[in-house]
């Protein structure tokens, strides 16, 4: 049985990268004496993380650990290399390995319980030898597929933890919208957390989506946006004219000014490097793309850069990982599958999904989904987009009340975002944007915060 340094380094990259794995391998492991003093602090900064946050570790939280408890810089040096190692290696074959570190395990437990049953044998101790090996042949080191709390006794520890969480924010994946009003209600989409953003055709979902990744990246954190939709070169044409603040029509023509040449290139020399490894745009035919292309997809970007979120546009084109006998069910197996890959993988997520015909006039809220309502209970957050007609853009008649030509298009101009849910605190709270669809840029209106 091999059970070496490179089988240990293995261990715990897949333990890093996985979080099905690192579920599986979490209570063979607390059995384990790993044989260096790095690996073995970097195990245990990856168990209290799940165990207090169920959630993987990131180099992030790795550095920040590391610069508190290894005051010495060389130390410090010596493991925040091996972690970076452990974040680039691929294991050859964690699953085997897994196999392989629970045989290790009951072999070890049983061999520790027939020692002590022959010593309380020699004893005379009779149901304790025997008690000794039921209790080794009958222990079960299969994942737990649930998590318990006790309530009253883990009080203080919870106490301790939201503490900590409010200390060290760093430490924890929450990404802002990029909506100043909307992230104070909201605090942010933490890992876990499934969104929705609801619209009727045509009314900017997708341009919305590239505002959520671009604003996260802008954060330090790592995107996946995948489109079911269009091409990946017309998405990063999206986030091409967002980062330059031109226009979004001059990236299809190539039609730039030599001013406007020297933007991009100052733009690029100053953000370049601050924003690389940072977002993968993955574009997948709509009759291939389920939940297991997407975390393949995952995990081969986890290959080169850190994951945080991950964008779908859209889910609704998404086939199911099992069949139903109808169309409102197998939308609901596309969507649970995504909230269940949140939670698993630690990942905020991010879903546009369409509103039916009837919502073009009228506040759109979470019945709003079409097809699957099942989407609404499933999401944590859902945002809607509304067109807002100006009060100016009215005028009054005698046959009633008359728009003219320049009031429409004013008011196709103007959008509100209306949060329709927010499982964990407050909603239906409306916030009026003024975005620049040529240039992809979605922003705040200088109007008050509306509630209803």
Not at 123 to 150: C, G, I, M, N, W
Not at 254 to 263: G, K, N, Q, V
Not at 303 to 308: F, I
Request: net charge negative; hydrophobic share 35%.
């Amino acid at each position: 049985m091999t059970f070496d340094l490179a089988f240990e380094e293995e261990l715990l990259a897949q333990c890093l990268r996985d979080t099905e794995f690192l579920k599986a391998a979490y209570r063979l492991l607390e059995a384990h004496h790993f044989s260096t003093p790095q690996l073995s602090w970097i195990w245990k900064q990856t168990r209290e993380c799940w165990k207090s946050f169920a959630e993987r570790i990131t180099v992030k939280l790795f550095v920040t650990r590391a610069e508190r408890e290894y005051p010495d810089p060389d130390e410090q040096r010596a493991v925040l290399e091996v972690v970076l190692k452990l974040f680039r290696l691929k294991p050859l074959s964690p699953r085997a390995s897994l196999d392989e570190l629970r045989r290790f395990v009951r072999f070890v437990g049983l061999q520790v319980a027939m020692e002590n049953a022959v010593k309380d044998l020699h004893e005379d101790k009779v149901d304790e030898a025997f008690s000794a090996l039921r209790k080794a042949t009958l222990q079960d080191l299969r994942p737990k597929s649930y998590r318990v709390s006790h309530w009253m006794e883990e009080f203080d520890d919870r106490q301790r933890e939201r503490k900590h969480r409010k200390e060290h924010p760093e430490e924890f994946t929450c990404i802002s919208t990029g909506l100043r009003k909307l992230d104070a209600t909201m605090g942010g989409m933490r890992a876990g957390e499934l969104g929705l953003v609801v619209g009727t055709t045509g009314r900017g979902k997708s341009i919305f989506l590239n505002h959520l990744g671009y604003h996260a990246i802008l954060n330090h954190y790592g995107v996946v946006h995948f489109s079911l939709e269009m091409p990946e070169h017309q998405v990063a044409a999206r986030y091409d004219a967002r980062f330059t603040m031109l226009a979004h029509r001059k990236f299809k023509t190539f039609d730039f000014t030599l001013d406007e040449l020297r933007i991009i290139d100052a733009r690029l020399d100053k953000m370049k490097a601050v924003l690389s490894g940072r977002l993968q745009i993955i574009s997948m035919p709509l009759r291939r793309c389920d939940i297991h292309s997407v975390r393949n997809a995952i995990d081969e970007a986890r290959s080169e850069m850190p994951v945080h979120m991950i964008v779908i546009d859209s889910g609704d084109h998404m086939q199911p990982s099992a069949k139903w006998e109808s169309k409102r069910l197998e939308q609901a197996e596309v969507y649970w599958d995504l909230k269940t890959l949140a939670e698993e993988d630690g990942l905020v997520v991010w879903s546009s999904t369409q509103a039916g015909r009837e919502w073009e006039s009228r506040t759109a809220g979470a019945e709003s989904v079409s097809e699957s309502y099942d989407k609404a209970r499933i999401a944590d957050v859902i945002l809607t987009l509304n067109a807002v007609k100006s009060d100016r853009s009215r005028t009054k008649g005698d046959a009633g009340d008359v728009e003219s030509e320049s009031a429409e298009s004013e008011a196709k101009s103007k959008l509100e975002v209306y949060l329709a849910k927010y499982r964990d605190g407050e909603s239906k709270t409306r916030i009026p944007l003024d975005p620049d669809f040529s240039t992809m840029l979605i922003r705040e209106s200088e109007d008050d915060e509306r509630k209803e």
